[in-house]
């Protein structure tokens, strides 16, 4: 039975009365891109001049058969798999399309994996954004849809035992905790502790630039710098005020400057002699190589090199949206940031 057989092609001359098979597109340049009927709209007479001027001669009309579907529940139906926790899409199907949008702002969460296996297959299509992408509310984060106007019923049901087999992997190796292969992890409200080290900030040489930055990055996640505590080049201050944070309970501490190989650089050091076990000191990506990752306890604590001043996009801006999620940062997520790390420098 071929899918061809159960559409019907008329005139649109010959079509009032009928019922649309599909969204019919409507594309003037610069001007406007979308619908101009939709699935189900009945053909009028005065129609007939906007479907002639948008090259329809033709229309279809269709009739569907046991084992397949039309391309609007055939897209549903892929988004019911795939979506997760604090997804949200419309249960109406745009040109055949349905477009999956974060419920509330936080780190999306796309299991590449699974993403693969669904585009192996042909005549459908998942089209997402990157893993870790940190989205607004409202935000489009997936699009489903399947390329001819009726599909085999079975294309969709192999998206969704992939779908069931991935979910069911992730939950055994533990690599997320989530309801869905698409979902989107709210980020926590962390207190933020900044040591910012320099004995030229320290002793009134210059004037801080780190810290209006940092602040800002912070409070663009919902966290806050509680406090900021200056130090010198010196590695016992330095391993004070990070004992200070821990004391008062920061959920985060982040110490900035003095991360490269002068002889004035103590703050990996400092970290290190205050208890932290470090992840990783340097990252692959250019710029924010000279990154440090570690933990004291439960805490993560950053090293941020210069470069986090005056690059708009770093290592840090990969990992801390992570960290306000309350992901652990393992030394495999560091690695994974080399490849397509190479941003400026
Ligand atoms: N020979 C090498 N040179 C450099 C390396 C390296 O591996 N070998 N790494 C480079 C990278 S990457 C970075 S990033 C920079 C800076 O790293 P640091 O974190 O050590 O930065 P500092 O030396 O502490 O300061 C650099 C520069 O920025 C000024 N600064 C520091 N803190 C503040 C502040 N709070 N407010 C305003 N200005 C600040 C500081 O006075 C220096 O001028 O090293 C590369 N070089
Ligand atoms: O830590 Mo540096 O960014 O590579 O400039």
Redesign the pocket.
Known sequence: MKNESMLREVKVEDAIGMVLAHDLTQIIPGQFKGRLFKKGHIIREDDIPALLSIGKEHIYTIELKEGVLHEDEAALRMARAVAGENVVYNSEPHEGKVTLKAAIAGLAKVYKPFVDDVNETDQVILSTVKNNTVVKAGQSLAGTRVIPLIVEEIKVERVEQLAAHHKQEMSLNGALQTSGLIEVKPFRPLKVGLI???S??FKGR??????PIVKEKVAALGSEVIEQRLAPDDSEVIISEIRYFLDIGADLILV???????PD?R?PGAISRAGARIVSYGTPML?G??LLMGYIGDTPIMG????V?HDPYTSFDELLPRICAGEPIVKGDIVALGYGGLLG?
Do not use: A, H, R
């Open positions: 910012t080290t320099g030229e900030v210059i004037t801080d630039k780190f810290g900035t400057g003095g991360m490269s190989v002068d650089d703050t710029p190589s000279m941020l090199p210069g470069c001043m420098c």
